[in-house]
C-alpha cells in the first residue's frame, strides 16, 4: 500500500479513538445545573403572621456557600453554583439534624400560643450555617406589625459576654490584665469604696466578672433600676451594703459589680463603654444596628414594645432602662445579628470573616470555668458564660421584667442556639423549655415535654395574694400624700390623682399606681412592692416600709420628709 494512503489511514483512525474518549470520559452538561431543584423559601405561615424561615438541607451544596447575613435568592444561588451534572451516585444519607431541626420546629408551633409571648424569635446555627430561623408574633400588640429577623429585643446578661470579650481586646493590647484590681480604675474613695475595707483594695477584674465579691445576689440593682440613678451614685451606695458570704467563697451574681470592669474598660481606653464596644466588637462582627442603650433601642426604626406581665393578666408595656449597668444588661440585638455571634463564638479562633477580633488565647479565657457555681460542681462560672460537661456546654440566659433571651453553645457539635423574646414570666419559662427540649432532641430524647408543668406551675404561682383578713383602708388617700426618704434608696414621692394613690421612685419618671390591698397597706402592682403606711399623725403617715428590694433585709423604711 502506498504510503501516504497509510498514514492518512492511521490518522484517520487515531482521531476517532481520541473523540471517543473525550465523549466517554468527560460528564460534563452544560445545560444541567445542580442547585434547579432545591427548595428555598422564606413562608409566611403559622399563628400571629409569623414568618417561619425553612431549614436548608444541609446535605447540599449548599454548605460549601460562605454564610450570607442577607440571605440568598434561587437567582443568586444558581449563579453562584457551578454548571455541573456529576454522574449519578448512591442518594446522601439524611442529616439527623434536619429531623431534630423539624420537631424543634413542630414543638415551637405547637406550644406557642399558650406561652403569652408577644414576640419571639429564634436562631439556630452550626459551624458557619444557619439551621433554622423562626420570628413569631409582633413587635407591638396594638399594630400588631410581625416581628422579623432584623426586629431588635432586648438581650439583658448576655451583653455581659460581648462585654468580657470587649475586655479580652485590651488584655491582647497589653492595656488591661484579667487580675487588675479594681482601685487601678476606681482610686477615689468617694468613687469606689465597699464595705469591707479589705475586699475594696482587693477585688480584681476577675472577681468582678465571675461574681464571688461576697455582696448579696444582685445586691444593689434597685438602684439604677427603681430610682434611676446614674451608675456612679448607684456604685457609690454599694459602701452601705455589707458582704454576706466570704469574699472569694461563692458564686453570688451581682450586675452592679459585673458593670465595673466595663467602665474600667472605658476609662483605658479614655472613650465612653458604648462607643468602645460598638467601635471595636459590634461593628466588626458586623452587628451595625445592636444598640447599647435603652433610648437607642426605643428609637431604633424596627424593635419590640417591652411589656410585663402583671398577675392580673394584662400585657403592660414597661420601660425597661439598664443604661447605668449597661456592661451588665443593657445591649439590643436582632436575632440575625445574634446569628453573627454564634458564628463567631462557635469557630473559636477569634476571627470573624477573615478579620481577627480577638486572639483565641483570649477568647478561651472568657469561656474558661474558673470557679464551681453549686454545691453539686456540676457547673462553672466564666467570664459572661456558664460551662458545665467539662466545658461542651456554654450558656447565659438573660432576664429582665420584659425581656427573656437565651444562649446555649455546644462546643463538640459547632452548635449553638439563641432565644429571644419578650413578655413576662410565662415567657421566661417557655425560653427555659425551648432549651432544654433543644438540648434532649440532641440526645434523641424526643419524647421530652416540658413545657405542660412548667405552664402548670406558672399558672398556679402566677395568680394574685389575697390577705388573710382584708380590712377597708380606714384613712383618707392625703394621710399617705407626701415625700419619703431612706438613707440608701433616695426618695419616693406619694401622690394622689383621681381617688388613686401614684408613687414615682427617686428619679425615675415613670409613675406607678398604688392598689388598695389592706388596712394601711398598698400594692404596687406592675413591680410587685407593697407599701405598709405608718406611724400616723396630724400631717399623716410619718414612715412607708417598702418590700421586695433586694437591698437585704428586702425591705426599706422610708420616713417622711414633707
Excluded at 547 to 553: A, N, Q
Amino acid at each position: 500500500m502506498d504510503d501516504k494512503v497509510s498514514a492518512g489511514i492511521f490518522i484517520f483512525f487515531t482521531l476517532v479513538v481520541v473523540v471517543v474518549g473525550v465523549l466517554i470520559f468527560n460528564p460534563l452538561n452544560l445545560n444541567t445545573n445542580p442547585l434547579d431543584n432545591e427548595l428555598i423559601t422564606v413562608n409566611q405561615t403559622g399563628n400571629n403572621t409569623t414568618s417561619n424561615y425553612d431549614i436548608l438541607p444541609s446535605t447540599t451544596l449548599l454548605t460549601s456557600i460562605p454564610f450570607s447575613p442577607g440571605g440568598y435568592s434561587q437567582s443568586s444561588l444558581s449563579s453562584m453554583s457551578p454548571s455541573v451534572n456529576p454522574s449519578p451516585g448512591p442518594e446522601p444519607s439524611p442529616d439527623p439534624m434536619d429531623h431534630i431541626i423539624s420537631l424543634f420546629d413542630q414543638y415551637i408551633k405547637s406550644y406557642y400560643n399558650q406561652s403569652l409571648i408577644p414576640g419571639m424569635a429564634v436562631v439556630i446555627v452550626q459551624n458557619d450555617k444557619i439551621l433554622y430561623m423562626n420570628c413569631l408574633g409582633v413587635k407591638d400588640l396594638a399594630s400588631g406589625e410581625p416581628v422579623d429577623e432584623n426586629t431588635l429585643f432586648g438581650i439583658c446578661s448576655i451583653t455581659k459576654q460581648f462585654s468580657a470579650t470587649n475586655i479580652a481586646q485590651l488584655v491582647d493590647k497589653g492595656l488591661m490584665n484579667w487580675t487588675d484590681p479594681i482601685t487601678d480604675y476606681y482610686s477615689a474613695p468617694d468613687e469606689f469604696q465597699l464595705y469591707d475595707d479589705y475586699v475594696t483594695g482587693n477585688i480584681t477584674i476577675n472577681d468582678c466578672l465571675i461574681h464571688n465579691s461576697g455582696l448579696p445576689v444582685e445586691g444593689g440593682n434597685d438602684y439604677p433600676t427603681y430610682f434611676n440613678d446614674s451608675y456612679s451614685a448607684a456604685l457609690y451606695k454599694l459602701r452601705y451594703m455589707e458582704n454576706t458570704t466570704p469574699f472569694r467563697s461563692t458564686v453570688q451574681y451581682n450586675s452592679m459589680l459585673y458593670a465595673l470592669p466595663g467602665y474600667c474598660a472605658a476609662r483605658t481606653s479614655n472613650t465612653t463603654w458604648n462607643e468602645l464596644i460598638k467601635n471595636d466588637l459590634l461593628d466588626p462582627l458586623g452587628m451595625t444596628t445592636a444598640t447599647t442603650s435603652y433610648y437607642d433601642f426605643m428609637n431604633s426604626p424596627n424593635h419590640v414594645t417591652p411589656y410585663k406581665l402583671l398577675k392580673n393578666g394584662t400585657m403592660k408595656a414597661y420601660d425597661v432602662i439598664p443604661d447605668p449597668i449597661g456592661p451588665a444588661g443593657s445591649m439590643a440585638c436582632s436575632i440575625s445579628e445574634m446569628a453573627n455571634w454564634l458564628r463567631f463564638q462557635i469557630a473559636d479562633t477569634g476571627y470573624y470573616n477573615g478579620v481577627q477580633i480577638v486572639s483565641k488565647k483570649e477568647l478561651d479565657e472568657t469561656r474558661t470555668g474558673k470557679m464551681y457555681m453549686n454545691a453539686k460542681n456540676t457547673s462553672m462560672i466564666g467570664y459572661g458564660w456558664g460551662t458545665k460537661d467539662n466545658g461542651t456546654t456554654i450558656y447565659h440566659d438573660g432576664d429582665s421584667d420584659a425581656f427573656f433571651s437565651q444562649i446555649t453553645i455546644y462546643t463538640t457539635k459547632d452548635l449553638g442556639i439563641v432565644i429571644l423574646s419578650n413578655g413576662g414570666q410565662y415567657a421566661y419559662n417557655f425560653k427555659i423549655c425551648l432549651d432544654a427540649k433543644f438540648r434532649e432532641l440532641l440526645k434523641d430524647n424526643d419524647a421530652f415535654d416540658p413545657w405542660p408543668a412548667r405552664k402548670n406551675l406558672t399558672d398556679n404561682t402566677w395568680i394574685e395574694d389575697v390577705p388573710d383578713q382584708y380590712v377597708d383602708n380606714p384613712q383618707p388617700l392625703s394621710a399617705y400624700v407626701g415625700e419619703y426618704s431612706h438613707s440608701v434608696f433616695g426618695l419616693i414621692n406619694i401622690t394622689t390623682n383621681t381617688g388613686t394613690l401614684i408613687c414615682n421612685y427617686g428619679n425615675n419618671s415613670q409613675s406607678f399606681d398604688l392598689k388598695h390591698w389592706s388596712n394601711t397597706t398598698f400594692e404596687d402592682p406592675t413591680n410587685n412592692h407593697f407599701f405598709n403606711f405608718t406611724d400616723f399623725q396630724s400631717d399623716g403617715a410619718q414612715q412607708v416600709e417598702v418590700t421586695h428590694f433586694s437591698f437585704p433585709p428586702e425591705n426599706g423604711t422610708f420616713n417622711r420628709t414633707s
